[in-house]
């Protein structure tokens, strides 16, 4: 059994920044990649980024290129996600999950899903 606990969010103003952390547990968290998601209130939620078991792989949603960045630690089974240069539309639900293969550049998200926490950008 996997469980994802998201941390980090709060309420910041545009162009401020957080980090956001997940907390892993199970020993399949160092073979699989991992993914941020958000979901905004009446959006679909959607895929922002995503890194590959050893972190060498990134990828990024196009909207967050150039002000996110993920990264792991495997030795504490945490992923992270720092946000940089926050606009208002980043507002929104952030949650983690287990990718259900190693591939962060085609990720196939599996139904380990953190609880999620709210990142708020005022203008």
């Known amino acids: 059994q996997v469980q994802l606990v998201e941390s980090g969010g709060g309420l910041v103003p545009a162009g401020g920044s957080l980090r956001l952390s997940c907390a892993a547990s199970?020993?399949?968290?160092?073979?699989?990649?991992m993914g941020w998601f958000r979901q905004a209130p009446g959006k679909q939620r959607e895929l922002v980024a995503t890194?590959?078991?050893?972190?060498?792989?990134?990828k990024y949603a196009d909207s967050v290129k150039g002000r996110f960045t993920i990264s792991r630690d495997n030795a504490k089974s945490t992923v992270y996600l720092q946000m940089n240069s926050l606009k208002p539309e980043d507002t929104a639900v952030y949650y983690c999950?287990?990718?259900?293969?190693?591939?962060?550049?085609?990720?196939?998200?599996?139904?380990?899903w953190g609880q999620g926490t709210q990142v708020t950008v005022s203008s």
């Open positions: 999950n287990l990718a259900k293969t190693s591939s962060a550049s085609d990720y196939s998200p599996s139904g380990y």
């Open positions: 199970g020993s399949i968290f160092i073979i699989n990649a």
């Open positions: 890194i590959s078991p050893g972190g060498g792989v990134t």
